[in-house]
């Protein structure tokens, strides 16, 4: 067993296009886990080894390799960039110890790398930052760390100061050691040699260099004193002060380089080793109850602890269904018995593997800190806690994003329809983001997902990965309801057919709720009338309706129930008669309690060319955009705008027409608003329509 302190399992994140997936392939080259470099854009990196992946030149789903560095072991996951995909950022962030978040030199800090940066400071995960591409035209290394600042709110630490800027880049200074790695141009990572610093350099290695110092001996009072004494300290102890700040999130040693011209890879790895925790260094995850409540226990990280570990990934490849674990205490070996403690049910591990990207090596133990997939679990979804039979537990959960958007698939034929089913089964439980529908009118299968990008995705794999030949229908928005007024109300339900009859009586308030509360159900009967055996009753009749509001019939948001008084029968009361009174209470209110439809706005991020700003705000502005500001940068302007999610179907066509091509955007899911008359008009009339269609 390797020695915990020898373990470090990071992730790889940035925006779409960063460098992220080219900068793990030279992490790969570096500690000899492969011999040749496969690039990004001519679909050969190790990690991008989906047939999609390839041909689009973008990371899709998350892929972990091992490799080794300075004796220690790196767990290395790759995650996408493309907000469509940001599920895969944040379940990996859920079991990694720390990570190198890795922005462009000349595009800085992007709207999906602000997402990420979320997520990680949410999982509180200890990060380098490594600025990329310092080759390119308008690359500014100082210019990104100050965005790492002012948008990021974070504190970078400089490591390394960049050797010339954009063609004339051809090396780095590193700060503690005061000295220059310069690369020659055969490209060949090993090819550098140390020098000293640039004479036209020594004044800013000295000014960044006395910064570092600063701000690494604040971390340690008896250092920070002698320093202000001037006694300069030991580097071993300047490094253990940015480890400890790097584990507490005080500041992110900042690196720069070219992962595409190997060119300060080198210090980057150190880093990880240095600076990065190890599995025992980062606070131990959480043990909850059954209803999610944390229980004061924790999952201590040691191989002599009881058995448990995250199910954080389900995949189903051509050697079948894999469970990507994280084990977080104890030993796993093969043959053993696991419990899984959300179904409450034991299998017996057949086969274990360490991946590496699409390739499997087999395993005949694990043991805390590592990250491994079974082969073959059943039953195991993403989120699930795997454990010692003999000590049960709960890890704390995943909470995963509601899917915005919509679309419906027909299969062409007979074959294809059985084809469909069983490879949907298999989609939805690998992509948590992911959902299936029926239409209970139509019969029309719904597809739900991110995004427009996420959808293709899915409809290609059907079609390619499954061979199942699709009628796809037009994208549509997740439109939602809520109520804006509080309505007193009662309701009877008295049926009497010979017998014992059905009699249920419920006096009632319903209220909007808070936002993002949901459906919320409260009792305030004082005395008997109803009695408490049948709350639970009248809390699920009301519920079960949530899913088809009043106007339209979408699901509806935010509404608090709370029973007030009632009445009830001896002898014909039943919990079957007052969730019926609860469904006719739904159905009497929620139409008189002032119905409102609600839509899906988006942050939308828009990257174009100085001289078509103009155009894009104005483009925006028509479609009912809200536009949160803007930002000059060295090749153009980045606007942030709210858009409501129906006005952007195709606008990625719009927008390269408007640029002549040199436009890019992202979006991502915002908040839910209420619609404009016209539209929640024009959209209640359409599923009016619609409904009547098949009827």
């Known amino acids: 067993m390797t020695d915990l302190s020898l373990y470090r399992n990071i992730g790889i994140f940035a925006h779409v296009d960063a460098g992220k997936t080219t900068t793990t392939e030279r992490i790969l080259k570096l500690t000899g886990r492969i011999h040749k470099l496969g690039e990004v854009h001519e679909g050969e990196s190790t990690t991008d080894f989906m047939e999609q992946e390839a041909e689009r030149g973008i990371t899709i789903q998350s892929a972990a390799v091992s490799c080794f560095w300075k004796g220690h072991r790196f767990n290395v996951i790759d995650t996408p960039g493309h907000v469509d995909f940001t599920v895969e950022v944040y379940r990996s962030l859920k079991v990694l110890d720390g990570g190198i978040g890795v922005f462009c030199g000349s595009g800085g800090v992007e709207p999906q790398s602000e997402t990420n940066w979320r997520y990680a400071n949410d999982s509180k995960v200890s990060r380098l930052i490594f600025v990329n591409k310092l080759d390119r035209i308008g690359a500014d290394f100082l210019r990104v760390t100050e965005q790492v600042k002012n948008v990021l709110g974070a504190k970078p630490l400089i490591m390394t100061l960049p050797i010339g800027r954009e063609d004339t880049f051809t090396g780095v200074v590193d700060l503690l050691t005061r000295q220059a790695y310069v690369w020659d141009d055969t490209g060949i990572p090993e090819n550098y040699s140390i020098q000293e610093v640039p004479a036209d350099m020594v004044d800013d290695v000295e000014m960044y260099r006395e910064q570092l110092i600063e701000t690494a001996v ?217 959902r299936v529908e029926t239409d209970p009118d139509s019969g029309e299968t719904i597809l739900k997902g991110m995004g427009e990008l996420h959808l293709d995705i899915k409809v290609d794999i059907l079609k390619r990965t499954y061979g199942v030949e699709l009628v796809v229908g037009q994208p549509q928005v997740a439109y939602r309801e809520t109520i804006t007024r509080e309505i007193a109300d009662s309701y009877t339900h008295k049926k009497q057919s010979g017998g014992s009859g059905q009699y249920g009586k419920i006096d009632y308030v319903i209220r909007p709720g808070e936002p993002n509360s949901g459906f919320t159900f409260k009792s305030s009967v004082v005395g008997g009338n109803v009695p408490k055996e049948y709350f639970p009753a009248i809390e699920k009749g009301f519920a079960s309706l949530m899913g088809t509001g009043p106007l339209a019939g979408f699901p509806v948001l935010d509404v608090a129930f709370e029973l007030t008084d009632g009445g009830y029968h001896a002898v014909d009361s039943s919990a079957i008669a007052f969730e019926i009174a609860a469904k006719g209470a739904f159905r009497q209110s929620m139409p008189k309690a002032g119905p409102q439809m609600l839509e899906p706005i988006m942050k939308v991020d828009v990257f174009t060319p100085e001289d078509h700003v103009g155009d894009v705000i104005g483009d925006l502005n028509r479609r009912r955009g809200m536009i949160a500001g803007q930002e000059a940068g060295v090749t153009g302007v980045r606007i942030k705008a709210d858009v409501p999610l129906a006005e952007m179907f195709g606008y990625i066509s719009t927008l390269r027409t408007m640029t002549s091509g040199r436009g890019q955007f992202s979006m991502e899911f915002s908040h839910y608003s209420p619609c404009p008359a016209n539209v929640a008009e024009a959209v209640i009339a359409k599923e009016k329509e619609k409904r009547a269609a098949k009827n």
Do not use: W
Not at 249 to 278: E, H, R
Not at 341 to 353: D, I, N, Q
Not at 366 to 374: E, F
Not at 401 to 425: F, L, N, R, Y
């Open 218 to 434: 604040e971390m340690d009072d008896d250092l920070m004193m002698a320093y202000m004494e001037g006694e300069e300290p030991a580097i071993d102890d300047i490094k253990r002060c940015i480890r400890l700040g790097t584990r507490d999130l005080a500041f992110f040693p900042t690196y720069c380089g070219s992962a595409f011209k190997n060119k300060g890879m080198q210090l980057v790895l150190d880093a990880v080793v240095d600076y990065l925790p190890s599995p025992t260094e980062v606070n131990p995850q959480p043990l909850t109850d059954e209803e999610g409540n944390p229980t004061g226990k924790f999952a201590i990280v040691s191989p002599d602890e009881p058995f448990r570990a995250l199910a954080f990934k389900i995949m189903d490849d051509r050697f079948g269904a894999l469970t990507f674990c994280r084990i977080y205490s104890g030993k796993l070996a093969k043959g053993d018995t696991i419990l899984n403690s959300f179904t409450g049910k034991t299998e017996r591990v057949g086969r274990m593997v360490e991946m590496q990207a699409n390739e499997r090596n087999e395993l005949t133990s694990a043991q805390a800190g590592d990250i491994i997939a079974i082969v073959g679990m059943k039953n195991v979804q993403t989120g699930h806690t795997l454990c010692d039979p003999n000590n049960e537990c709960t890890l704390e959960a995943m909470v995963f994003p509601e899917p915005v958007i919509s679309i419906s698939v027909e299969p062409k034929d007979k074959g294809s329809t059985e084809k469909m089913g069983i490879a949907i089964g298999k989609m939805v439980a690998e992509d948590p983001t992911f």
